[in-house]
C-alpha cells in the first residue's frame, strides 16, 4: 500500500478466529480447522472455494525482490488454471501490468476489475504489502474461471503501485470517457493478513462500502472500515475516472512497524486474514456481477436518494 495512515483496528487474537472458523455462514470457513484436507469436488460450472490451508501454503515461497515479481505472478495465475495465452503483460509508460481476461458468457462490454499491486517498497519481502493481495486475486481466478458471469472480469496484477499508483494510473489513463460507464466496478486487494478485512473509507465509494459491509454479514464474518489518513491505493486511480472503486485491507494500528520495512515477512502473515479477504471479495464480485452495470456509481445513488425524500 502506498503512503499508509494510521487509525486501523485491532489484530485479530486468538479467540476472534476461533469465533470466525466455527460460523457456518462463512461457507467452509471451518474448513480451516482440518489440517491438510482437501477441498471437494465443485460440479462444472461452480466456484472451486479455496481453502485457509491452501492459501497458507502459497506464502512458503514468497519472491522478496522486485525484479522477481513479475514472473512469479504470472506463474502463480498459471497453476490456478490460466493458459498462458490468456496472460497479458501490457508494458506502457515504463510500467508492467499482467491482466488475465475471463470473459462474459454472453458477449458484453460490461466488466469489472480485480486488482492487487505485486511490487514492494522497503527492505522486507513484501508478503503482507502485497503479496497477500496478489494471492488472493489469483484464487479469486482460479474460482471464478469455470463460474458464467454476466460481466467480463479484469484480473490485474499493477506494476510500480509504492511509487505513486503508477500501474493503475496508467490503466485508468487508457479508458475513453465514452468507455467509462462499462466498467461496473473495481475491487482493490492490498495487504491483508494482519486482521479482519476491512475497507479504506478515504480509498472506497460508500456504495461499495455498503456492499463490502452487507457481504461481511452474509458470510458472518467480522468487518470494520475506517479512513486511513495520507493513505493510498490503486482503487483511487478508477475513483478518479468516476469508476467505482474499492480497497480492502487487513491492517493494524502497528502497521508502521512491519510495512515498508524488513519485517514485512511471510512469518507475519495471519492466513485466516488473508482468507476471509478472499471470501470477502468473492461475494462481492458476485453481488457486483448480478446487478446492473450502473448500481454503484455515486451520480446514481444520489439521484436514487433524492428521489426517496
Not at 509504492?162 to 482493490?188: D, R, W
Not at 494482519?194 to 467480522?222: F, I, K, T, W, Y
Not at 454503484?296 to 425524500?309: H, I, M, S, T, W
Request: glycine share 8%; charged share 25%; aromatic share 6%.
Amino acid at each position: 500500500m502506498n503512503g499508509l495512515g494510521r487509525g486501523m483496528s485491532c489484530r485479530i487474537a486468538f479467540a476472534c478466529i476461533a469465533f470466525m472458523l466455527g460460523l457456518s455462514g462463512a461457507g467452509h470457513a471451518q474448513e480451516a480447522s482440518a489440517p491438510a484436507e482437501k477441498p471437494a469436488v465443485a460440479p462444472a460450472g461452480a466456484p472451486r472455494l479455496s481453502t485457509t490451508d491452501e492459501i497458507k501454503a502459497e506464502f512458503e515461497a514468497v519472491p522478496c525482490k522486485n525484479k522477481e515479481r513479475l514472473l512469479a505472478v504470472k506463474a502463480l495465475f498459471e497453476r490456478m488454471g490460466a493458459a498462458p495465452e490468456e496472460i497479458a503483460i501490457e508494458k506502457k509508460g515504463g510500467v508492467e501490468n499482467l491482466i488475465v481476461r475471463k470473459p462474459a458468457a454472453v458477449e458484453t462490454l460490461e466488466k469489472i476489475v480485480i486488482g492487487a499491486h505485486y511490487d514492494k517498497a522497503g527492505d522486507g519481502c513484501g508478503a503482507i504489502d502485497n503479496w497477500t493481495g496478489i494471492i488472493a486475486i489469483a484464487h479469486l481466478y482460479r474460482t471464478l474461471k469455470d463460474v458464467p458471469m454476466k460481466k467480463t472480469v479484469l484480473f490485474v496484477a499493477f506494476g510500480r503501485e509504492e511509487e505513486g499508483l503508477i500501474g493503475s494510473s496508467q490503466m485508468a489513463g487508457m479508458i475513453k470517457k465514452e468507455q467509462i460507464p462499462e466498467y461496473c466496478a473495481m475491487v482493490n486487494i492490498d495487504s491483508l493478513g494482519l486482521a479482519m478485512p476491512q475497507v479504506a473509507d478515504n480509498m472506497s465509494v460508500p456504495s461499495l462500502e455498503a456492499l463490502a459491509a452487507a457481504s461481511a454479514r452474509e458470510l458472518g464474518v467480522p468487518y470494520a472500515h475506517a479512513e486511513i489518513p495520507n493513505g493510498d491505493s490503486d482503487s483511487t486511480s478508477f475513483n478518479r475516472k468516476k469508476i467505482p472503486g474499492v480497497t480492502i485491507h487487513g491492517m493494524v494500528s502497528d502497521w508502521p512497524k512491519i510495512l515498508h520495512t524488513r519485517n514485512d515477512q511471510a512469518t507475519r502473515i495471519d492466513p485466516v486474514s488473508v482468507y476471509l479477504g478472499y471470501r470477502l471479495a468473492a461475494l462481492m464480485v458476485a453481488r457486483i456481477d448480478a446487478a446492473d452495470c450502473q448500481a454503484f456509481r455515486e451520480v446514481k445513488a444520489k439521484k436514487e436518494n433524492k428521489e426517496k425524500r
